[in-house]
């Protein structure tokens, strides 16, 4: 009987870790979509005739939408794509990073234009380092995750592992930067009100945590699995 205990107990114990997980990505999901929606909504007042409205809405989608979302395809946990097969959640998680990632160029691409054109100093602001630090890593992330899917016909030259977790790093890094970026860049003048810039505060650091860990969660179940071979 003390096997059986034991497992019923191991099992409850699971069972109530995964719906806590649940709970939280599902919180995760609505916060996510709360502040992109938010954001849009700004831009949206502030007009889309103007280049900088785009700086603020491109990137803004790009991190705090199809990024965060991106890195949640691949979490065990994940609400809508839970079911889905090891494959597929790798293309949805490719297919929303590239989204993200080309929206994050574009956006801070119009930004530099509209710069040069109004002959205004670059990357001066905490804001822009942080911004700027993020895309080095998102390019060593692409990169990384390019070579990932070729990791096991260069297996000779790294091993598959190195290349796994230097990509997951390196794109986590690029998130909590950029999402740091963004927070450094919200403002009453920018966000209509001092509480929804706390909020908004709030909200983005919640996200970037419950997102991380998630990611994290993968990356180490990733590493013991590949440990084992």
């Known amino acids: 009987m003390a096997p059986e205990i034991a497992n019923t107990k191991k099992s409850s114990t ?25 954001l849009s909504y700004v ?3 502030n007009g889309f005739k103007n ?6 809405f491109l990137p803004a989608v790009g991190y705090h939408f199809f990024m965060a979302e991106s890195f949640l395809t691949l979490y065990s946990n994940n609400s809508w794509t839970m079911e889905n097969t090891p494959e597929m959640k790798r293309r949805l998680h490719w297919i929303l990073q590239v989204i993200g990632c080309l929206a994050i160029f574009v956006g801070t691409g119009l930004e ?11 990357f ?3 804001h822009a380092i942080t911004g700027l630090v993020s895309i080095v890593f998102i ?10 899917m070729y990791a096991m016909k ?18 986590i890094v690029a998130f909590v930067i950029g999402m740091t970026s963004l927070a450094l860049e919200y403002s ?17 650091s919640v996200v970037s945590a419950f997102t991380v860990i998630g990611a994290g969660k993968t990356m180490f179940a990733q590493f013991k699995g590949m440990c084992r071979r």
Not at 14 to 37: D, G, K
Not at 139 to 148: E, H, I
Request: hydrophobic content about 45%.
């Open 188 to 204: 009453p003048r920018r966000m209509l009100s001092k509480e929804n810039v706390n909020m908004l505060i709030l909200f983005t």
């Open 112 to 122: 530099i234009y509209d710069k040069e054109e109004k002959n205004r100093s670059h």
């Open 154 to 171: 260069i297996r000779h030259i790294i091993k598959p592992i190195y290349i796994k977790l230097s990509h997951y790093l390196c794109g």
């Open 14 to 38: 699971e069972s109530i870790v995964r719906y806590t997980e649940i709970l939280f990505n599902t919180i995760n999901h609505m916060l996510i979509a709360y502040v992109s929606i938010y």
């Open 124 to 126: 001066k602001s905490p």
């Open 139 to 148: 390019v060593l992330s692409m990169l990384n995750g390019w070579a990932a």
């Open 43 to 45: 831009s949206y007042m």
């Open 51 to 56: 280049l900088f409205t785009w700086h603020i």
